[in-house]
């Protein structure tokens, strides 16, 4: 892997980024008490997911503004991540927290500093939909959910560094369908075992402990609004300011509570009476990436039927159901 700028790091270090040191990538969920969350390897963070999203666009690209782009497009994500999606009633899209980007990035002296030093332009780094390898259309294959992908194998799932690097070192770049570049696996075997831990991940950002803790989690930062303990502007500080106000307040301290101690989710077919209980749809996020094969590159489920299967099982997924803390 190629050695990033210096400028990367640099971005990196300013406090609108190190602020990201304190926003999980797990949305919340990791504060519960789900069994998937029990053995992680440490608290997964937006800033680690930034700046191996720069590292990664960086060593696929050798292009410092798609890099800082990368880098910084997380720069804006509130506490407790897509769950504020869900406060904006933004569950299906989970879009609504990234068009603050602009405003974070040119707030900051230091890093509009950085970027002038560089000649870099605001504009061309704020928006890393630009730049396919950087991010694109699910269920292409970008360096955002490259890293995210392979960051939950390692820290989640406890897989070996050394097959989570050899999946890394199996992609190249290629032109894809659209005759636009994508990052492309060379060897069928390594699409399929990332296409197998893609879905894991897949299926559990959309299961039910998640649906339903993320709009637990909602629902209890609107209380904490309506009660005037936090205000909106708090949710673009940390974690670890807004849970202590949380507990600092008797009308939202037993909630917090109650939901560090939900271990598992039940579903019925009706909404329960008297419990708290909720009908969430669910955004399909998964990776169909392409293959390199004799006739060039081609998607993974357009060659392998087991793969297809796979993919079209989580597609046909039904969540037309109710969900309530089983625990405490």
């Given at each position: 892997m190629l050695t990033p700028p210096t400028l990367l790091s640099e971005l990196a270090c300013t406090p609108e980024m190190t602020r990201l040191k304190d926003i999980g990538m797990h949305c919340g969920c990791d504060y519960a008490s789900?069994?998937?969350?029990?053995?992680?390897r440490c608290h997964y963070t937006r800033h680690m997911h930034s700046v191996e999203v720069a590292n990664i666009v960086w060593n696929f690209t050798q292009d410092i503004t798609q890099a800082?782009?990368?880098?910084?497009?997380?720069?804006?994500?509130?506490?407790?991540?897509?769950?504020?999606?869900?406060?904006?009633?933004?569950?299906?899209?989970?879009?609504?927290?990234?068009?603050?980007?602009?405003?974070?990035?040119e707030g900051s002296a230091e890093i509009v500093a950085l970027l002038k030093r560089h000649g870099i332009k605001i504009a061309d780094v704020c928006d890393y939909s630009r730049y396919p390898i950087a991010d694109n259309d699910t269920p292409m294959l970008s360096a955002d959910r490259l890293e995210y992908t392979l960051g939950n194998g390692y820290i989640v799932y406890n897989m070996d560094l050394a097959e989570i690097q050899a999946m890394y070192e199996d992609l190249t770049v290629v032109k894809n369908e659209n005759n636009i570049d994508e990052l492309?696996?060379?060897?069928?075997?390594?699409?399929?075992?990332?296409?197998?831990?893609?879905?894991?991940?897949?299926?559990?950002?959309?299961?039910?402990?998640?649906?339903?803790?993320?709009?637990?989690?909602?629902d209890l930062i609107q209380t904490a609004i309506t009660c005037k303990v936090i205000i909106f502007d708090d949710l673009y500080t940390t974690e670890t300011a807004v849970i202590k106000r949380l507990k600092d307040d008797h009308r939202t301290c037993k909630m917090w509570d109650m939901y560090?101690?939900?271990?598992?989710?039940?579903?019925?077919?009706?909404?329960?009476?008297?419990?708290?209980?909720?009908?969430?749809?669910?955004?399909?996020?998964?990776?169909?990436p392409l293959v390199l094969t004799d006739q060039g590159p081609q998607r993974i489920s357009d060659i392998?039927?087991?793969?297809?299967?796979?993919?079209?099982?989580?597609l046909a997924l039904d969540f037309n159901h109710w969900l309530y803390a089983a625990t405490p």
């Open positions: 789900f069994p998937v969350y029990a053995n992680v800082v782009a990368g880098l910084l497009h997380d720069i804006a994500t509130p506490v407790f991540a897509h769950t504020i999606d869900f406060l904006n009633g933004d569950y299906l899209t989970q879009e609504s927290t990234e068009d603050k980007t602009a405003n974070f990035i492309c696996f060379r060897s069928v075997q390594t699409a399929r075992k990332f296409v197998d831990l893609s879905l894991k991940n897949s299926h559990l950002f959309l299961s039910d402990d998640d649906r339903f803790a993320m709009q637990y989690l909602s560090t101690k939900i271990s598992a989710v039940a579903a019925a077919d009706t909404k329960v009476p008297n419990i708290y209980s909720v009908n969430i749809p669910a955004k399909k996020r998964y990776i169909n392998d039927e087991v793969i297809r299967e796979k993919i079209n099982t989580f």
